[in-house]
């Protein structure tokens, strides 16, 4: 009896195993002292995993030198949804790690390619066609700058909004293109970005945009610099910047900030502005989401400041914050971990 109860649960094994190594994502069983348990048969074509011979190995090292190890090293934190395999030419991966009773995990992986070449077919085509725009843009906006009114004083309106609508195809077009440069990069530049005279410009900047019709105020009060690209940082703090002059009502105040927290740094515009309903928040960073697209449209805006700024605080490893209750104003936070500050002075 006790026989035929084990030889059926080898049975079961068996099809287990079997069904495991049906399935089209890799799974690969990792104890708790992160070694490779166990892996499917998937595992070989997308990851490389052989039997018996990796059996046993730290699955760390196992991919150490590849972008996959790299993760794992960080702790493979959250789901990655487009990472090179570790195979050379392989297929482009999703990975997850999933915990599984008290410390074992399942690292499972997914062939994304076809979604990964969609994508960059997407932001090639957003990339050619803003490319294109430029030069037929840049021609109209010309010859619309020579135009003199006064030529023709009934047409002056017409010419006047005909300018103010190329100056923001213009816009939008740059914006586009500072995007896909943005989405082509893995990782920022190191150089150190000074953030005293980047603070000083900022105030000037927001005093020249305000041109008076609010308080604008800077507090410095760390004295750390940034680790990162100088031109970038610039175009997202700026961003935030003109945002909370656009959408702060004449009268009202704006304040730059700059302080330490924790080991890292906060980069904060806080405002004395419209606000922003809770419900719309956690849609603010994608592209053309407007609150209202006419205060957008009237204060010359294109929809994607906010796109530019997530995308360069996460190639430095940053965070935004958003804070806001509408009528009584916001504040956009930059967290900047320890790794991007830089507090020697040179
Ligand atoms: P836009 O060019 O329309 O300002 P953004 O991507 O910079 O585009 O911002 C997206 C939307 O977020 C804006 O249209 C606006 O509705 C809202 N928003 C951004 N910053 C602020 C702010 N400081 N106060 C109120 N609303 C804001």
Redesign the pocket.
Same mark, same amino acid.
């Given at each position: 009896m006790r026989q035929q109860a084990q030889s059926e649960s080898v049975r079961w094994l068996a099809e287990l195993r079997r069904s495991a190594d049906a399935l089209p994502d890799a799974s690969v069983l990792v104890d708790q002292r992160g070694r490779i348990r166990w892996f499917n048969h998937t595992a070989g074509s997308l990851l490389g995993l052989f039997r018996p011979q990796d059996r046993g190995h730290e699955l760390g090292a196992r991919f150490a030198g590849t972008e996959l190890g790299a993760w794992l090293r960080h702790g493979g934190m959250g789901p990655v949804t487009d990472i090179a395999s570790p195979l050379p030419e392989g297929p482009r991966l999703g990975v997850m790690l999933i915990p599984v009773g008290r410390r074992a995990r399942i690292l499972l992986a997914r062939d994304v390619s076809a979604i990964s070449r969609l994508e960059q077919m997407r932001r090639d085509f957003v990339a050619n066609v803003s490319h294109e725009l430029r030069t037929p843009l840049t021609v109209i906006h010309g010859y619309l700058e020579l135009l003199d009114p006064n030529d023709v004083p009934a047409l002056a309106p017409v010419l006047d909004e005909m300018r103010t609508q190329s100056r923001r195809m213009g816009q939008i077009v740059e914006d586009l293109l500072t995007l896909s440069r943005l989405e082509a990069q893995q990782t920022a530049v190191d150089d150190r970005v000074a953030m005293a005279p980047m603070l000083a410009s900022l105030l000037r900047e927001a005093e020249a945009l305000s041109q008076s019709r609010h308080r604008v105020e800077l507090v410095r009060e760390s004295r750390a610099d940034l680790i990162g690209s100088s031109r970038d940082l610039h175009s997202a703090f700026s +961003?935030l910047v003109s +945002?909370?002059v =656009?959408?702060t009502p004449t009268g009202g105040s704006i304040r730059i900030s700059w302080r330490d927290v924790g080991e890292g740094a906060v980069y904060a515009v806080e405002?004395s502005?419209? %606000?922003?309903p809770a419900d719309h928040i956690s849609r603010?960073t994608e592209r053309f989401?407007?609150? &209202?697209s006419s =205060? &957008?449209r009237a204060t010359g %805006?294109? %929809?994607? %400041?906010? &796109?530019i700024v997530k995308h360069v605080l996460s190639l430095h490893q940053a965070e935004l914050h958003i804070e &806001?209750r509408p009528g009584k104003g916001?504040t956009?936070s930059c967290e900047f971990p320890a790794a991007r500050i830089q507090r020697t002075a040179t």
């Open positions: +961003n +945002n909370a =656009r959408y405002d502005g419209y %606000g922003i603010l989401y407007r609150v &209202s =205060r &957008s %805006g294109t %929809g994607l %400041g906010l &796109s &806001s916001s956009f």
